[in-house]
């Protein structure tokens, strides 16, 4: 068989701010890609309703925009094999539930979550990992029948093999060997009919026609039930390649509460989508040193599916910093420079809004800096005496921060409403007066007591930034306390 163009995909879950995890996959993906003369595309996976939200599909795309990487079908762009998003694709999926169940390749299953809830726990209390006991794997053609007929809700699960291992290659892992029991027998269909992730994406892989699965190593253990889905369906299945994850300088994953992970605060604080990309780029490809700085076709050249990288994916900000202040020193003309300051400025329309809520403050024109420069600063500069001015106690300051910084992450919308609601209940929470628990905020997100609204500038600095001020006014506050003081 003659190979088939490469066809590769990012097939992100608009359930969270995008994370920079996401356009790692995807950056591999883009240069696999461009390096075979394969297509990308882009596939939204929001078989999740539950977390899945418009708003984040939106950031998603927007998020895959600013990073510079294009591709060939999509949501927003179409294509020969969609639709791209698999909320449209609901109806698809069901013909091939009802082929495996024909063949016996699948079961329905009736259990209750409160009898798997039991399971599980009874399960765990013998130190077994939890697994679906099988019980509905015994029912009668007969019983199943009745139950569906008396409008019992079922599930439709995997059988999978009682004995031996499954056995793959996968093109970064190698040869990789997982027992069957240790396989879980997968829901495909829940109980409102929407497919589970394992099978809309085998299903879509095999559907969009596409070669090499590339994504993070937290999916490897998923492969045997991918490459059983592949067997039933009796479909030639894709290469696998797990990428390993990115971690921060102390080998832990990547994440938010160790560095920022949403692309927006990248964006936010300046740094340029080309260095972002020359970073994360050079986790894939082995690089003398003094050649790190490279633009995206320069990346596409170097990089080589079969000698990629050995070195761990570490998420080193003084890195990125030094790329980012390479690119924006050295690969910038002084006219380009200027247009993508202003450029900055104006996300999402930061400045001219900041100067709206200026002018009912402000005496001279020259206090702009100081009332609205936070809206566009890295950093604040908090310490101690930033906060030493406060009604509050330390404690107090520092239960207010907490109880905010954990609250805010229940938001799924982020605006001016939302936000002044959470900071509502967190005030009933902690009862205290709405005008008791703002003053801390006012410091930790602007780094002055004396400032813009605050629900609108939070609204404005985006929910990853206010996280990360609100992470160091945490630390700073905690010292006080500490302290004694
Ligand atoms: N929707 C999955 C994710 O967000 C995709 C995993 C895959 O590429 O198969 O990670």
């Not at 009745?146 to 040869?175: H, L, N, Q, W």
Request: include cysteine; aromatic fraction near 8%; glycine fraction near 8%.
């Amino acid at each position: 068989m003659i190979n088939p163009t490469p066809r590769v995909r990012i097939a992100p879950s608009p359930t969270g701010e995008p994370h920079v995890g996401t356009v790692y996959i995807a950056l591999f993906n883009y240069l696999f890609a461009k390096k075979m003369g394969g297509e990308f595309i882009l596939r939204i996976e929001d078989t999740d309703a539950t977390r899945s939200t418009p708003e984040f599909e939106e950031k998603v795309l927007d998020a895959l925009k600013w990073t510079g990487l294009t591709w060939s079908e999509g949501p927003d762009v179409g294509g020969p094999y969609g639709p791209y998003r698999q909320s449209d694709r609901k109806d698809m999926y069901q013909p091939y539930a009802q082929e495996l169940l024909n063949k016996g390749h699948a079961f329905r299953c009736f259990c209750t979550p409160e009898r798997l809830e039991q399971m599980r726990e009874a399960q765990r209390a013998g130190g077994k990992p939890p697994k679906y006991d099988g019980l509905c794997l015994h029912l009668k053609a007969e019983e199943v029948t009745a139950k569906m007929a008396a409008g019992e809700t079922s599930v439709v699960r995997m059988k999978i093999p009682t004995e031996g291992s499954c056995d793959f290659t996968d093109g970064v892992y190698g040869e990789v060997s997982i027992p069957w029991d240790s396989v879980d027998m997968q829901v495909l269909i829940k109980g409102d009919g929407m497919p589970t992730y394992h099978m809309a994406n085998v299903i879509d892989d095999h559907l969009m026609k596409i070669t090499h699965v590339a994504r993070g190593e937290e999916w490897l253990a998923s492969v045997p039930k991918h490459i059983l889905l592949y067997r039933y369906f009796e479909w030639d299945q894709p290469v696998f390649m797990h990428l390993s994850l990115m971690r921060n300088a102390d080998k832990s994953k990547l994440s938010k509460r160790k560095n920022p992970t949403s692309i927006s605060y990248y964006s936010a604080l300046g740094y340029l989508p080309e260095a972002l990309m020359n970073f994360l780029g050079l986790f894939f490809i082995q690089i003398a040193e003094g050649e790190e700085l490279l633009t995206m076709d320069e990346l596409a050249n170097q990089f080589d599916p079969d000698n990629l990288s050995k070195a761990g994916a570490i998420f080193d900000i003084q890195k990125l910093d030094w790329l980012n202040g390479r690119w924006l020193r050295e690969k910038l003309t002084p006219e380009e420079f200027i247009a993508r300051s202003l450029e900055w400025a104006m996300e999402n329309l930061r400045l001219t809004e900041g100067l709206k809520l200026s002018q009912s403050r402000i005496s001279k024109l020259g206090e702009l800096p100081q009332l609205a420069g936070f809206l566009l600063s890295g950093d604040v500069g908090l310490t101690p005496a930033s906060f030493a001015g406060l009604k509050t106690s330390p404690a107090e300051t520092l239960e207010i921060i907490n109880t905010v910084q954990a609250d805010l992450e229940k938001i799924l919308e982020w605006n001016v409403e939302t936000i002044d609601q959470e900071l509502r209940s967190v005030a009933d929470k902690l009862g205290k007066k709405l005008r008791v628990v703002t003053p801390p905020l006012f410091v930790a997100v602007s780094g002055s007591a004396r400032s813009l609204p605050l629900f609108d500038s939070m609204a404005l600095l985006g929910r990853s930034v206010v996280r990360q001020r609100l992470k160091v006014a945490a630390t700073v506050v905690a010292s006080m306390v500490g302290d004694g003081n």
